[in-house]
């Protein structure tokens, strides 16, 4: 894992454990809502998934952070996950490709499959795995290098180009599928430093694309971005949808209710609800739903 990788996690994982238990505990009672530990309304299943996740718990040490929790995700579509802050839905998308392994006290339980097998057998490849499941973070990561080494990287480590022409089409298809081709074509040896946040995080969709990946995660990837930039990423997410499965965090319920076709509602480490978009956000199953995108409580 790079060193902006690290950070990045360590960052959403400090977020996420901010909530104090006693603090937690208080909002439950002020809502009145009883949460029946593994127990999700609506649609959590799917017939045709990409991930099956069973019984899924995580402990940060001696605290337990998710709470028996199952989901399929499907394949080629787009869920997102909503919640306050500290309800683990960061946690939970970390488990999808195993970045929680850099942190000593993380310990996951819980059957999690990928096309049927389990992504923490002893005998999976991690390096595998997260090119199987690539991850764009919340603040752009871009390496200190150029806009062309950006993208080739992970080809590059991969093998997956042996001649330097195979190198530059990979570059080039990774850069149009971002939408940033046009933008870049001209100053691909310039550093990717020097762009625009925006253009950050296309440029690390498109190194996430670039080795070929099945799955894109994104850790809230437009809350740094303006209106504008956010606009083109979730155009984006729209046209990768027909290629990938995309499993977004979002802090914006804006955002999920334009980009996703299921969303997964997170409390206090439970997974409450998740449905279809159009009905989580105009006639949701459970309570504590409902509270949440009517603005009681976030």
Not at 121 to 131: F, Q
Not at 234 to 239: D, G, Q
């Amino acid at each position: 894992m790079s060193i902006n990788q690290t950070v990045a996690s360590k960052a959403a994982l400090e977020n996420e454990m901010r909530t104090p238990a006693q603090e937690t505990t208080v909002e439950t009672q002020r809502e009145g809502i009883a949460v029946e530990e593994g127990k999700t309304v609506g649609t959590p299943y799917s017939d045709n998934p990409k991930f099956k996740l069973r019984n899924v718990e995580v402990f940060y040490g001696e605290n337990r952070a998710i709470k028996n929790i199952s989901l399929d995700i499907a394949r080629n579509e787009v869920i997102s996950f909503i919640g306050p802050s500290g309800c683990g839905k960061s946690t939970f998308l970390r488990c999808l490709n195993r970045m929680n392994d850099s942190i000593g006290i993380c310990q996951v339980k819980g059957e999690l499959l990928l096309d049927g097998e389990n992504i923490y057998s002893a005998k999976n490849d991690v390096v595998e795995l997260r090119a199987r499941v690539g991850m764009v973070f919340q603040k752009p990561n871009p390496f200190p290098k150029s806009i062309y080494d950006n993208v080739a990287y992970g080809p590059r480590i991969h093998g997956l180009a042996n001649r330097k022409a195979d190198l530059d089409e990979i570059v080039e298809n990774s850069l149009r599928k971002a939408g940033l081709w046009n933008e870049a074509k001209d100053r691909l040896h310039d550093m990717a430093t020097g762009m625009s946040g925006g253009q950050q995080q296309r440029l690390c969709i498109a190194r996430a694309i670039a080795v070929s990946p099945e799955v894109i995660l994104m850790d809230e990837p437009c809350s740094a971005l303006d209106p504008i930039a956010t606009a083109k990423v979730e155009e984006l997410i729209a046209e990768m949808s027909e290629s990938y499965t995309i499993v977004i965090v979002t802090h914006s319920m804006q955002q999920a209710a334009r980009v996703s076709n299921r969303t997964a509602y997170f409390h206090l480490g439970h997974l409450v609800e998740v449905n279809e978009t159009t009905k989580v956000f105009t006639s949701p199953e459970h309570e504590l739903t409902e509270s949440y995108i009517t603005g009681r409580f976030g």
